[in-house]
């Protein structure tokens, strides 16, 4: 084949014929190494699928805990437009405000719409009564979504009623007020959210990664073939090749805390014991994943890219970067599975919402379980021979 | 040696893909024995011995060593045996001792520091007990390897070409090594490819394409071919090595250094053809066939 000059590689002491022979080892050593070669048609794949439709920056579906002082007409029919709504789901109704207060804190509602009493007479009145939405502000972007929503759905909603004798009451601005309150976050700051959830993210990386290499290297450097004629077992290889991170993980766990505190001045409002046993918990759940990975992958270069598989969705599906009650319902699953979307509810709990051990064992006991999972899996993995 | 069998397997096979690797392989080796296990690179001697201590599972065949059932009871197995891989198997970013006490611990071992202590006095490794095991020359890291397959005492030891790329006096003094634990009732199975080593082995098993051609005690070995050879001294042999090629009477002309060696199935015609193609040049028979020729 004649090349034009500009492609004259001889001149250069180039060949294309060596370029070719390389190029097609690597194609030939690519499609060898299956898993890699899976990972990466499926990556784009999976992630645009995962990602493309799970994550909402427009949040709907928002958890709602409704405090009704006031049972009339206008009331009701603001509620059966909520319930119609697709930004809120109503996931109870209350009459007191301590029941209110509890499902904020545990997190089972994201909000609380409250009607107070007499809303309806002196909104007649023109008095303009006013409507109390209390928002979980420690994760400021998915209360911000929610604040912005419930005006649009507080206008619709009303908008029927106001109709006929009370079609005077259809103006703008509208014949309420909408008060918001934040909780646990008053300043709506994104590094209270911020900086408590980057534990979990640099936890899951560092934790997860370093593990995952534990016994491919082993076996590509052939000390694998050692230690299987040694009559160390399996779990033995587990817990000596992790327990040594744990101590990186407090570590690690010790210098956000340092920084949270000084830099950022994140006030520490919960229970230090609930802290420790969740931080614990999550830094085992994670070297339990590393190693599991580490039983699948046969080479350190595969172990790294299972290891960054499991970390976007870690990051995009655990209500990190987006709100996780905005998500569908099957990606929330993916989210529940994940440890990191327990760590971090775990901690927004206890570092923001002044939450104690028995606020947070909703996410423990998954915590537990994933962890337990995960180790099982793995030991089922080793591979005591070299088959 | 005794009767008791240390190592007795059979009809062991094993495929990698479609490739039979090792087929219907049997082995019994006795008690104090220093068997060795003969063949070309990737005849299956390696998949053999990683099937005898439990590191592959072998598809079809049955067998036990020490009394243990190599398809159920490999821990109890791997508890009493040490193997040295072909391939340098321990941490090359550990030091000499740092490896030695690792395995140690692995076999839960008393008294670990005077065992390391004695271990590397022993294989003479005291020195450099500081040093990291990936900068060591081959010949000092086949004692490494072999001090920790011995660490934990065991009876049997597999060592897979354990000389391989070993100078000669570090390949003597493996040899002495092996022989005194032979003598203190340690049975060992040694894979090799040279034939000087074969031939201090109390029995030899030769496997070629994964099937065993030849099994009996080394003294019985030429016999039991009906092979005569001659070994044939002096210079210039290459004329004469050309010479013997030619000849019909002579099978097989093979170069070993200094000296040719001249095989045939037939003793007599052999002889002649030694005589009369090597003159000149100085030639001895083999152990049936004693003559000299000046
Ligand atoms: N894990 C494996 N996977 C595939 N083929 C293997 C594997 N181990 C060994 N083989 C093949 O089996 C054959 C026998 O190998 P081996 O037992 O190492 O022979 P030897 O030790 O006598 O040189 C070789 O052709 C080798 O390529
Ligand atoms: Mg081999």
């Known amino acids: ?60 579906h928002m958890p709602a805990v409704i405090e009704m002082r006031e049972d009339g007409p206008l009331t009701r029919a603001f509620l059966a437009s909520l319930h119609a709504s697709s930004y809120v789901d109503i996931v109870a109704i209350v009459t007191t405000a301590d029941e209110a207060d509890r499902m904020l804190r545990s997190g089972e509602a994201n909000f609380i719409i409250s009607i107070p009493e007499g809303f309806e007479r002196r909104l007649v009145r023109g008095e303009t009564p006013q409507i109390l939405l209390a928002a979980d502000a420690s994760d400021p972007i998915a209360a911000g979504g929610a604040i912005a929503a419930i005006e649009r759905v507080a206008q619709q909603a009303f908008a029927p009623s106001f109709q006929g004798p009370l079609s005077g009451l259809a103006r703008a601005p509208p014949p309420y007020e909408i008060v918001v309150h934040r909780r646990f976050n008053p300043a709506g700051e994104s590094a209270f959210n911020i900086v408590p959830a980057l534990l979990g993210i640099i936890l899951t990386m560092t934790m997860v990664m370093i593990t995952s290499i534990s016994l491919t290297r082993e076996s590509e450097r052939g000390t694998m073939e050692n230690l299987l004629a040694t009559p160390v077992r399996p779990i033995e290889v587990m817990i000596g090749k992790t327990t040594p991170y744990i101590a ?33 918990l999550f830094i085992f759940a994670n070297l339990m994943l590393g190693y599991l990975i580490s039983t699948i992958a ?81 030991l089922l993995r080793f591979r005591s021979t070299l088959d | 040696m005794s009767d008791e069998l240390v190592i007795d397997v059979t009809g062991l096979t094993k495929s990698f893909g479609a490739r039979k690797v090792v087929d219907n392989f049997d082995l019994k080796v006795p008690r104090g024995a220093i068997y060795g296990f003969l063949g070309p690179n990737g005849s299956g001697k390696t998949t053999t011995i990683r099937m005898v201590c439990g590191l592959l599972k072998p598809e079809a065949g049955q067998g036990r060593v020490l009394g243990f059932d190599v398809l159920h009871e490999s821990l109890r197995i791997k508890e009493r045996v040490g193997y040295m891989t072909q391939k340098f198997s321990l941490y090359e970013d550990l030091s000499i001792r740092e490896n030695l006490e690792f395995i ?63 100078d000669p006096k ?44 030849l099994d009996s005690h080394t ?76």
């Not at chain 1, 690690?252 to 931080?279: D, H």
């Open chain 2, 104 to 166: 140690a611990r692995l076999y839960g071992l008393d008294r670990r520091k005077a065992r390391v202590d004695h271990a590397l006095e022993d294989l003479g490794l005291a020195e450099r007990q500081t040093q990291l095991a990936g900068k060591l020359s081959g010949g000092w890291k086949q004692r490494l390897a072999l001090a920790a397959c011995m660490i934990h005492e065991p009876e049997v030891l597999l060592l897979d070409e354990p000389t391989a790329g070993v």
């Open chain 1, 1 to 60: 084949m004649k090349l034009p000059a500009l492609f004259s590689l001889p001149a250069l002491d180039l060949s294309w014929a060596r370029i070719a022979a390389v190029f097609l080892k690597e194609l030939v050593q690519m499609r060898r190494d299956k898993l890699t070669f899976g990972i990466m048609v499926a990556m784009p794949i999976v992630q645009l699928i995962l990602f493309g439709y799970a994550i909402n920056t427009d949040p709907r």
């Open chain 2, 170 to 213: 570090a390949r003597r003094d493996f040899w002495d090594a092996i022989r005194r634990y032979a003598a203190q009732g340690v049975t060992t199975l040694v894979s090799t490819h040279y034939m000087d080593e074969a031939v201090q082995c109390d029995s030899i098993a030769y496997i070629a394409y994964g099937k065993k051609l």
């Open chain 1, 298 to 378: 046969r080479t350190q270069m595969q172990a790294m890219q299972t290891t960054f598989f499991v970390f976007l969705p870690s990051i995009l599906m655990s209500g990190f970067m987006f709100p996780f009650k905005a998500m569908p319902h099957w990606a929330q699953w993916i989210g529940e599975a994940l440890p990191i979307t327990h760590f971090l509810r775990i901690v927004r709990e206890v570092v923001l919402k002044e939450a104690g051990l028995a606020d947070i064992v909703n996410d423990l006991g998954p915590l537990a379980l994933i962890t337990l999972v995960l180790a099982g899996f793995a």
């Open chain 2, 219 to 294: 003294a019985d070995i030429p016999k039991q071919i009906g092979l005569s050879a001659w070994r044939i001294e002096g210079r210039p042999l290459i004329d004469v090595q050309h010479a013997l090629e030619a000849d019909p009477r002579v099978e097989l002309v093979a170069r070993f250094g200094a000296a040719i060696h001249a095989c045939a199935r037939e003793p007599v015609p052999l002889e002649a053809a030694v005589r009369s193609r090597a003159s000149g040049a100085s030639a001895c028979g083999d152990q049936q066939n004693r003559g000299r020729l000046r």
């Open chain 1, 248 to 280: 990186i993980g407090a570590i690690q766990v010790g210098i956000v805390l340092v920084m949270a505190t000084f830099l950022f001045r994140i006030p520490f409002t919960g229970s230090p014991l609930a802290f420790t046993l969740g931080t614990a």
